[in-house]
């Protein structure tokens, strides 16, 4: 099986070394010198990794035959894939994989049709779901159990209860103002 491990971003330096944007739980794992990754698009790969740290909270990696900057910038949105053995796969309950969860019709709790899963960014504070609607637009979903309610692999949907505003223009706004003031008036 294969899993989109990261995704390379912009050179850094002169010496060939790259940015990536780690989409693995397991960097040290998947992003670990010497190890080879088949590419997106394949026309780039497959590039074995020659060295990789850590400089200011971003992976730098530098691959093998990529050796100054010219090399490095040609690199630039090409997706790493790593290839998986199946029973490598998350056993914990609530954790997945990218792939598992694209294309998952999300749906309300009474099954009222939100959209399906396009993509799933990745930021440093949560994960978010790229919803696109039946009628071409997109809404983020933010990946956390308040308002991801179920993940169903084998009904390949999404049950969400979102807040109100979240996936709408009609947010309820209640505040304690409000309600002061309607105590007011029956005073």
């Keep these: 099986m294969q899993l989109v491990v990261a995704r390379i971003g912009r050179a ?29 698009p394949a026309s780039a790969g497959p590039l074995t990794i020659e060295t990789g740290r850590v400089h200011s909270g971003r992976l730098l990696l530098r691959f093998e035959g990529v050796k100054d900057r010219t090399g490095a910038e040609g690199l630039r949105n090409t997706l790493l894939i790593a290839e998986v053995d199946p029973s490598e796969l998350p056993e914990e309950e609530d954790e997945y994989y990218d792939h598992q969860l694209m294309d998952l019709d999300v749906v309300l709790e009474d099954d009222t049709e939100i959209g399906r ?6 930021l440093p504070s949560q994960d978010l779901f790229i919803v696109e609607r039946p009628d071409g637009t997109e809404v983020m979903i933010p990946f956390v159990e308040e308002i991801v309610a179920e993940i169903d692999l084998e009904e390949q ?21 409000d309600e002061d003031a309607e105590a007011g008036e029956e005073a």
């Design 12 to 40: 850094h330096g002169i010496k060939g070394e790259v940015t990536v944007e780690v989409r693995t739980d397991e960097p040290e794992l998947r992003l670990s010198p010497g190890a080879v990754l088949l590419t997106e």
């Design 157 to 177: 949907r999404c049950v969400i209860t979102p807040p109100p505003g979240l996936i709408d223009d009609r947010a309820e706004v209640v505040s304690t103002r």
């Design 117 to 122: 899963i396009t993509e799933i960014s990745h």
